[in-house]
């Protein structure tokens, strides 16, 4: 006969934040430990035996730095509590839980969710130069305008510069209507995205307006030196090795850049080889750059997301 444990919890927030939608997290515990776990009004009902109800045990534990403040539990921290109990870096993940990188304009706590992640965030910190490179999803662009947006707010950087292929394979903004930022605001949508989520649209306004903000395309980037500026380049994939140089050589004096993209997205065409594919290779042992590589474990976005990036792995790989 299984054993059954009453796990009590310190609210119903708690209880809710720790359960998930529909129970959905509870039912994702007993998958990975074999237990049965239902939620009683502020209780959580494990059964099993005693070696998993342990198991379950440590794992809310590892979580309670989200539960036990009513914050929501997602199926990424629940994977990479799971993975740190059984690796033993129960320490590391602890770690990541404690540094909280942000809180965006609804008092949300903005931090790593997996170790891939956290290891990105420590590169971006200590290099001038940080290649993200993996799937859809994984956090890639959205870290580094956090990071970008605290240290501009901080004042330890002048400005911020945000760009990307502004078409597929070619950048013709000639042939969309108005001035040239209504011809790319719908391809730098995802950056505006990210910095409203820390600062009001009109305080935006105000330091794009003073350039203190910059967002255009890879082509505005010709013949200038980026000093003083934290430059995130998006979608690098889709850069040629010429425009890819350019950037990279743009870096000046107190600046940091962040490339990112996903080598199994490419838009360029069949006989254009990728800047980032490129860079990769000439640069991945040279001193003071760092190449940080993520994978569909490391996908933040809705669950589906990973198994849909996951199936088409396996599709491409056939």
């Keep these: 006969m299984p054993e059954i444990l009453t796990f009590p919890l310190p609210s119903i927030e708690s209880a809710i934040a720790l359960a998930g939608d529909q129970e959905s997290n509870l039912k994702l ?8 776990l239902v939620l009683r009004g502020q209780e959580i009902m494990i ?16 979580l309670e730095f989200g539960w036990k403040v009513g914050q ?28 909280g990188l942000a809180r965006n304009r609804r008092g949300d706590v903005i931090r790593a969710k997996t170790f891939k992640q956290r290891q990105y965030v420590e590169a971006v910190r200590k290099h001038s130069l940080t290649f993200g490179i993996g799937p859809a999803g994984t956090g890639k662009t959205y870290l580094a305008a956090v990071l970008a947006i605290q240290a501009l707010l901080n004042n330890e950087y002048e400005r911020l510069i945000l760009t990307r292929p502004a078409v597929e ?20 949508r995802p950056l505006y995205d990210a910095l409203y989520e820390f600062v009001d649209p009109e305080k935006i306004t105000n330091l794009m307006e003073r350039q203190v903000i910059e967002i255009a395309p890879i082509a505005y980037m010709r013949g200038r030196t980026l000093s003083n500026a934290f430059v995130i380049v998006d979608e690098a994939q889709n850069t040629t090795p010429a425009q890819m140089k350019m950037l990279l050589t743009r870096l000046g004096f107190k600046s940091k850049m ?41 996908v933040i976005r809705h669950p589906l997301v990973q198994r849909i990036v996951e199936a088409y792995e396996i599709y491409e790989h056939q």
């Design 29 to 36: 515990i007993g998958r990975q430990t074999g237990t049965t």
């Design 169 to 188: 394979a070619g950048e013709k903004l000639g042939f969309l209507p108005g001035d040239l930022q209504q011809k790319v605001n719908p391809y730098l």
């Design 47 to 62: 059964s099993g035996t005693a070696s998993q109800i342990t198991r379950v045990q440590k794992i809310f534990s590892a």
């Design 72 to 99: 929501s539990i997602s199926e990424v921290d629940i994977k990479t509590a799971i993975h740190a109990l059984d690796t033993h870096q129960e320490e590391a993940f602890q770690a990541i839980q404690a540094d």
């Design 258 to 298: 962040v490339v990112t993209g996903d080598l199994t997205q490419t838009d360029l065409p069949p006989n254009q080889a990728s800047g980032l594919q490129i860079a990769e290779k000439i640069l991945r042992s040279v001193e003071g750059i760092e190449f940080c590589y993520f994978s569909k474990a490391d």
